[in-house]
């Protein structure tokens, strides 16, 4: 069959924008193998979910209802039977936290070839996956050889799927083997400042090392409060403790693509630029006209933070 599978990502009773990022990459590739693409939603509120996902272009959902919360050896399983039952020829699942956890058990217990973090997918006649490396400055191809294979794509590298689809939602009587199950989600830990979700954001205003000192982060905190944005951060400023590692944006820390990106005092190292490449609207205030970052902003202020953002604050109408 040249069907593609898709499996979406929920976490903590939201379903994750990648699921409909998936359908979009899912319905191009279905588009090019000619064949249908069909959804999974396993666990948790399945009915929920698969309402949501149930966009423009998507054939067929099939939900499996099992537990709350992602479990590794569910979520195996069950893909394992829902991939023996339809016989699709491409498997798709997010290249994150959990689709990296289940993939690789997945596509051994499948015998399938397993390509991961895939921003561009081609097929003709075969499977030809892109890869980045040196946070964009690289790209691979790689070429499946064998007819089926399994695939995690990165989050954010696709559009989300729009429009209302009709798709059938399907129970999929998936036959979990309890004695299998080795792990369960007991409950979340929060870690400071881990209430929020960067990834999520559509307004982002992120500090670098032009800060300074840790003291002067209240200032940008002044200007998040007054225009209703979230704090995030580059790398340094999570490598010092001023900040808490879920603020960090880039290559080891999240991918975002907020509408709005104001980047203040970032240098807009490759790293740091694999992780926000993706903003609607870039802003940089900064006071290095030769900076990085002048390649990607969409508007600018060459000049000391120091003096714009406590401007921007009193523009606004913070304290
Ligand atoms: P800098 O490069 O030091 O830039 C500071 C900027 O502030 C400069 O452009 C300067 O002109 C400006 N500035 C200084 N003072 C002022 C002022 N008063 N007003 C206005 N502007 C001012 N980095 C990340 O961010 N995220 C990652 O995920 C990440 N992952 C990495 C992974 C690996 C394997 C490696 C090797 C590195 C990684 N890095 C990452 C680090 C990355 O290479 C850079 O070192 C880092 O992004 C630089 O952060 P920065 O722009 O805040 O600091």
């Keep these: 069959m040249s069907d593609v599978l898709a499996i979406a990502e929920h976490r903590r009773g939201e379903l994750r924008d990648v699921s409909l990022e998936m359908v979009t990459a899912g319905r191009d590739l279905a588009d090019q193998t000619g064949g249908d693409l069909h959804l999974a939603v396993i666990s948790g509120d399945v009915d929920d979910y698969a309402t949501q996902v149930n966009r423009e272009g998507v054939d067929a959902i099939h939900t499996v209802e099992y537990g709350e919360e992602f479990n590794h050896d569910v979520y195996t399983q069950a893909i394992e039977q829902l991939y023996a039952d339809l016989d699709p020829q491409y498997l798709l699942a997010p290249n994150s936290v959990n689709g990296m956890d289940y993939a690789p058990a997945v596509a051994e217990g499948l015998s399938l ?3 991961t973090d895939a921003v561009d997918l081609e097929e003709d006649g075969g499977l030809t996956v892109t890869r980045e490396q040196y946070g964009g400055k690289v790209e691979t191809t790689i070429d499946v050889e064998e007819d089926h294979a399994a695939v995690t794509i990165r989050p954010a590298e696709w559009a989300q799927a729009e429009g209302d689809g ?7 009587d998936a ?6 199950i080795q792990s369960t989600v007991t409950g979340f830990e929060e870690v400071a400042g881990g209430d929020v979700d960067i990834s999520e954001a559509d307004f982002l205003i992120s500090i670098g090392r032009g800060i300074d000192e840790e003291e002067n982060i209240t200032l940008i905190e002044a200007l998040v409060e007054a225009t209703d944005a979230t ?6 400023i999570v490598d010092n403790g001023w900040l808490p590692a879920n603020r960090q944006v880039g290559q080891s820390g999240k991918v975002v693509t907020p509408d ?3 980047a203040i005092g970032i240098s807009g190292a490759v790293q740091h630029v694999a992780g926000m490449k993706g903003a609607d609207t870039i802003v940089a205030i900064n006071t290095d006209p030769n900076a990085p970052i002048w390649d990607l902003a969409d508007y ?3 000049d000391d933070l120091f003096e714009v953002v406590p401007a921007l604050i ?3 109408g913070g304290d």
């Design 314 to 316: 009193e523009e606004f």
């Design 231 to 236: 704090l995030s951060s580059s790398r340094p």
């Design 300 to 302: 600018g202020i060459e």
């Design 175 to 180: 036959d979990i083997d309890e004695s299998e």
């Design 113 to 115: 070839p397993l390509v």
């Design 260 to 262: 709005v990106y104001i």
């Design 166 to 172: 009709d798709a059938d939602i399907e129970a999929f």
